[in-house]
């Protein structure tokens, strides 16, 4: 059955207007973000992993943090997902991502709003993808927390830009006070902390090795579960405790 739907194609100058870009798009016969550094970004990017997803999302609901012009939104909605919800801070990008949900006759709800404030979204995902935002908080633990507190149900899609030692070593519980030599091994687990830019970007604040990144979900309550690609983590709500439960205050969403 085809669709009736009709639309207007988008020209260059709707583009531009509502630019500048970060994520690539090809639409009719456009470029959004054609000079992207890593190139057809995501998509080329996505091609990667997208195996870790399931081909059909239907009965699912999902919600993308961080959503930018809303790539991985979209992809979601188009399994099937039942019910899309993409929140970014940045109103720019929210705006890109409206203006392609329109073209594309996409039904995903695109919210302004923080990582920090999904509390406020009242309610708890089956997938949450959390991708390439981590490294762009000043609290990036507490972020996790958050997600483990209101709002991964059954699966969290985690990606980093990853800095440092890829090694994964298995290390003691404990260590003396007078022993640094774990502190001298690149593979212990290290956030690198930005003081001013990297890659010319100035909101960039932590970077993790890749020992840090399962250390910090590990540390959220989350069990990774498989790593479909270098940066890329897929990850379920451990069985156990959270090891460093949030203060009341956050708990309350009251911080
Ligand atoms: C590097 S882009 C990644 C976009 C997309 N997730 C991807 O992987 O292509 C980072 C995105 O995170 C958003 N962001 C940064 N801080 C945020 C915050 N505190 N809460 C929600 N989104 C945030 C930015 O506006 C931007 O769209």
Request: glycine letters at 6%.
């Given at each position: ?13 709707v ?6 870009w ?20 995501p ?20 919600l ?36 392609l949900a ?44 958050l ?42 687990p ?24 399962e ?41």
């Amino acid at each position: 059955m085809s669709s009736s739907r009709s639309f207007t194609p988008l020209s260059r100058e709707v583009v531009d207007a509502h630019g500048p870009w970060f994520q690539n798009f090809h639409i009719d016969g456009i470029q959004t973000a054609p000079g992207h550094p890593l190139g057809n970004y995501p998509d080329a990017y996505f091609q990667r992993f997208a195996h870790a997803f399931p081909a059909d999302l239907t009965g699912w609901s999902v919600l993308e943090i961080g959503c930018n012009a809303g790539f991985y939104a979209f992809e979601m909605k188009r399994r099937g997902a039942a019910h899309v919800v993409a929140i970014d801070s940045e109103p720019l990008y929210l705006r890109q991502a409206r203006l392609l949900a329109d073209r594309f006759g996409l039904d995903v709800e695109f919210q302004e709003r923080s990582v920090y404030d999904i509390g406020g979204l009242g309610q708890r995902f089956d997938l949450v993808l959390f991708m390439g935002v981590l490294y762009h908080l000043r609290h990036p633990l507490l972020a996790l927390d958050l997600l483990r507190q209101h709002a991964v149900r059954r699966r969290l899609v985690f990606q980093s830009m990853l800095r440092g030692s890829p090694a994964q070593t298995a290390w003691a519980l404990d260590y003396p006070f007078a022993d640094r030599t774990p502190f001298d091994n690149p593979a212990w687990p290290r956030l690198h902390f930005v003081e001013h830019r990297y890659a010319g970007d100035s909101s960039n604040w932590w970077i993790p090795n890749t020992a840090c990144a399962e250390a910090m979900l590990r540390s959220a309550g989350f069990t990774v579960i498989d790593r479909p690609d270098q940066e890329v983590f897929v990850c379920a709500p451990a069985e156990d405790a959270v090891r460093h439960p949030l203060p009341r205050a956050l708990e309350d969403g009251r911080a």
